[in-house]
C-alpha cells in the first residue's frame, strides 16, 4: 500500500511538472519581448553604477534611451570619454564634444562664521533639519549634517567644519549630491578648465540681514558686477554668467574677486600646474583644493 502510495505522488509531481513546464514554455512564447542586441551591448559597456548621474534611473534604462531613443552616448559621468567611444563605437556615431559637470557648493560658512546657532538635539539630516526653524540664522546656508555625504556613492565630499567640501579627485559628477541637499545650495555645472570661479554663497537677503546671521556672505553690494560684466546681481546675491565665462580670468574678473568684501568669489575644482604658478605673485580669491582625506534652482546655474 505503501508504494502505491509512493508511485501515486511522484506521478502526479511529474504530471504536475510537465504541465508547469508547457505553461512556461507557452509564456515564454507568448509574451516574448525581443531585445535590440545593441541594448546589451552597451549595458556591458556602461559601468554599472546606476548612479543616475545620466538623468536616468540606472545603466540599462539609459543603454535602452541610447539605442532605442537615440540618447547622447557621453551621458555617463562616470565612464567618461573611454566609456562614450565604446558606446560611440556600438551605435556607429560621434562622440561630439561633452564638458564635465562637477558640483559647487554655493555657501562658504564654516562653524565660525556662522551666527545664530542653536542646540539641536533631533535626527542628523538635513533634510529633517531643514524642517526645524531657528538651528541657525542663515536659512539659505549649509546645515552641514551630511545628507549629500550619504548619497555619494564615490566618497568625494565631506562635511568639513560644518560645511559640505568637494574632493574634486574623486567627483564624478553624478549630482547625487546635488538630489540629496534639502536647501539646493549644490549645483551640478560645467566645468570649462579644471577650476572655475564660483560665488560662495546662496543668500538672497538684504545685506544688513546677511551679515546678522554671517560673517562672509554674499552682501549684495554690486561691486564685482560693476567691475566686470561676467558677474550680475539678482535679488541682493552675485551670480556669474556661466554662458560668457571662459576659462581665462581677465584683469577686470580679477579686480572684481578682489574687491568682493567678504571674498565670496572663489574657484572651485583642481588647479592645474599653470594654474598654480601664475599665481604664486598674486593675491587671488580661495582655492578650494581637494587636500582632505575623507541644489539653487535645479533648471538654473547661480554662480
Not at 509531481?13 to 535590440?36: C, P, T
Not at 545664530?116 to 533634510?127: D, K, T, V
Amino acid at each position: 500500500m505503501t508504494g502505491v502510495t509512493i508511485g501515486l505522488s511522484v506521478g502526479i509531481l511529474l504530471s504536475m511538472a510537465i504541465v508547469l513546464s508547457y505553461v512556461l514554455g507557452w509564456a515564454n512564447k507568448k509574451f516574448h519581448v525581443d531585445v535590440d542586441p545593441r541594448v546589451v551591448s552597451v549595458i556591458d559597456a556602461l559601468p554599472g553604477a546606476n548612479c543616475g548621474g545620466c538623468g536616468y534611473v540606472g545603466c540599462g534604462e539609459y543603454a535602452e534611451a541610447v539605442v532605442v531613443e537615440k540618447e547622447v552616448v557621453n551621458k555617463c559621468v562616470v565612464g567618461g570619454e573611454p566609456c562614450a567611444a565604446e558606446v560611440a563605437q556600438i551605435m556607429g556615431v560621434e562622440v561630439g564634444e561633452s564638458l564635465p559637470y562637477r558640483p559647487i557648493v554655493h555657501c562658504g560658512a564654516r562653524l565660525e562664521d556662522r551666527l545664530g546657532r542653536h542646540p539641536y538635539h533631533g535626527e542628523n539630516r538635513c533634510s529633517a533639519v531643514n524642517l526645524v526653524t531657528g538651528v541657525q540664522g542663515c536659512t539659505y546656508g549649509c546645515l552641514g549634517f551630511g545628507d549629500c555625504v550619504r548619497a555619494c556613492q564615490f566618497d568625494a565630499i565631506h562635511v568639513v567644519d560644518g560645511l559640505a567640501t568637494v574632493d574634486y579627485d574623486a567627483c564624478v559628477g553624478c549630482g547625487a549630491c546635488a538630489e540629496a541637499c534639502p536647501r539646493n545650495i549644490i549645483t551640478i555645472t560645467p566645468f570649462k578648465s579644471s577650476q572655475v570661479l564660483a560665488v560662495a554663497c546662496s543668500n538672497k537677503d538684504k545685506g544688513k540681514d546677511v551679515m546678522a546671521v554671517c560673517k562672509v556672505g554674499c552682501i549684495g553690494c554690486g561691486a564685482c558686477a560693476r567691475i566686470s560684466d561676467l558677474f550680475v546681481l539678482e535679488n541682493n546675491l552675485s551670480t556669474i554668467n556661466y554662458d560668457a565665462y571662459t576659462p581665462e580670468c581677465t584683469l577686470d574678473v580679477m579686480k572684481a574677486c578682489e574687491k568682493c568684501p567678504r571674498q565670496r568669489l572663489v574657484f572651485v575644482g583642481i588647479p592645474s600646474r599653470e594654474d598654480l604658478e601664475k599665481g604664486q605673485d598674486l593675491e587671488a580669491p580661495d582655492i578650494v583644493e581637494p587636500d582632505f582625506k575623507t541644489t539653487v534652482d535645479d533648471t538654473e546655474w547661480r554662480g
